[in-house]
């Protein structure tokens, strides 16, 4: 079987197009748009990227947002100020402190800082407990992407067994934690494998859904996946740079070898990352409404 190659970019074009529109309705009758700050400390070439994503999508759909780079050798103190001053400002709804900090800053004490309702990444400790105990009102933005990328794919999730490679805070944990849920898109038997499994191919072979976020380039082979596996590919590795002095990147999957043998496949570049970047812009739209009262 030859996979259906799911694009990221065009899933996440439609919802951007949603998103958009309704920011223009908001705006007609509130006068008021939703604001986003990303913080980035230093500059990690990776990071940059991202952030820059961020920024970019963020004023095309019309929101308010503020770009507040930091150097590398901030203290945590003046950083732990910043963040309260942006939860003072109510022209802020979401406050992004993008990862990974440098390492004199302690990360746990950074998020725990952020306002819960501000949290548009769902890292702060209550947004965590919130979404384990299924009240999220912030999903993480990239498990919520790949959330989205199986439902508009057409993937029934409902009784399908989902496997997920890695135990990160940010991807491993919270798309387990959302799959399992009593609810749509979700519903699945859920395992996780990680550095610690003893036969890792053993469990991705029983996968009807395999979500590989492994950090890890190529780490799963096409002997790894079942006939006719959906398979969502998390990695983003920097292999290297193109002639033209751009990111060469790989997925954590052997994309090649594996889309010959799953019914369904996301792309690295194109895949999860652009989905990432919409459901950071879709959670700052909700911080907005929760603030103005809208449900
Ligand atoms: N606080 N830190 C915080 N929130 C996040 O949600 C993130 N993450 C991860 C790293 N640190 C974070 C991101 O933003 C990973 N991540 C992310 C965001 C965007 C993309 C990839 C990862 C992305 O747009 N990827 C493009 C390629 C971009 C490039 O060329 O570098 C893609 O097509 O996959």
């Known amino acids: 079987m030859a996979a259906k190659i799911i694009s990221g970019v065009e899933v996440a074009r439609q919802i951007r197009e949603e998103i958009k529109a309704e920011v223009e309705q908001l ?4 006068n008021k748009v939703p604001g986003l700050v990303t913080i980035l ?13 961020k920024q970019k999508t963020a004023k095309e759909l019309g929101f308010y947002s ?23 400002d109510d022209s802020i709804n979401g406050i992004l402190v993008q990862l990974p900090l440098p390492k004199h800053i302690n990360e746990t004490k950074v998020l725990y800082a ?3 309702d501000k949290d548009v990444d769902a890292f702060h400790p209550v947004n965590v407990g919130r979404l384990v105990i299924g009240e999220g009102i912030f999903l993480p933005c990239t498990p919520a992407g790949i959330q989205e990328l199986l439902v508009r794919g057409g993937v029934e999730t ?11 805070n940010i991807v491993g944990k919270p798309i387990a934690n959302i799959m399992l849920q009593k609810a749509k ?9 990680h550095t610690g499994t003893k036969d890792v191919g053993h469990y991705t072979r029983m996968a009807d859904i395999l979500i590989v976020a492994a950090g890890r ?21 920097r292999i290297g740079m193109t002639p033209e002095g751009k990111a060469k990147l790989a997925g954590d999957v052997d994309f090649d070898n594996v889309k010959e043998k799953a019914s369904l496949i996301t792309p690295v570049p194109g895949g999860v990352g652009p989905m990432t970047i919409t459901m950071l812009m879709k959670n700052t739209l909700a911080a ?3 603030s103005l009262g809208i449900k």
């Open 27 to 30: 705006k007609a009758k509130y």
């Open 41 to 53: 400390v230093g500059e990690n070439p990776a990071s940059v990227s991202y952030v820059t994503g």
């Open 66 to 88: 503020v770009q507040d780079d930091q150097p590398a050798d901030i203290t945590e103190e003046q950083l732990l100020a910043l963040i309260d001053k942006y939860n003072k």
């Open 114 to 116: 952020i306002d819960p």
């Open 158 to 168: 409902s009784g399908a067994h989902v496997v997920v490679v890695g135990r990160s």
């Open 185 to 193: 898109g979700a519903n699945s038997t859920v395992t996780v494998v």
């Open 217 to 237: 380039p190529k780490y799963v082979t096409a002997d790894m996946v079942k006939e006719g596996a959906a398979v969502i590919d998390v990695g983003v590795n």
């Open 288 to 290: 907005f409404k929760n």
